[in-house]
């Protein structure tokens, strides 16, 4: 099972908001037994996609910072911003691209 990252300031509001999102639309497309959305605060989204190989996605609410995408690159993370979750514009792209990592793996 492959991880997608999400995370927030304190990873109790929002994150889970856009996590459920893509949990949602993962079960829709028949992709939830590949991956699953998980929120967590912001602070711990460098240790967690060091630590954990099953990451493949990571949503930020905003932008990654110059040392977190150096972390993301390492491992091999794709990274992206979670608006498109929130706001509703932009989400169907958001979602076919979330959808086409999955289906790599």
Do not use: H, R
Not at 5 to 21: E, F, H, I, Y
Not at 24 to 51: C, F, H, Q, R, Y
């Amino acid at each position: 099972m492959k991880t997608i990252l999400v995370c927030c300031g304190s990873g109790v509001a929002t994150s889970p908001q856009v996590a459920n999102k893509i949990n949602d639309n993962l079960s829709n497309k028949g992709l939830d037994g590949k991956a699953k959305a998980i929120p967590k605060p912001i602070e711990t989204a460098k240790s967690t996609v060091e630590n954990d190989p099953s990451i493949i996605i990571y949503v930020g609410i905003a932008p990654a910072d110059a040392e977190l995408q150096e972390v993301l690159d390492k491992n091999d993370v794709f990274g992206t911003v979670g608006l498109p979750w929130l706001t509703g514009m932009g989400e169907e792209e958001a979602n076919q691209k979330v959808e086409e990592i999955v289906n790599k793996y």
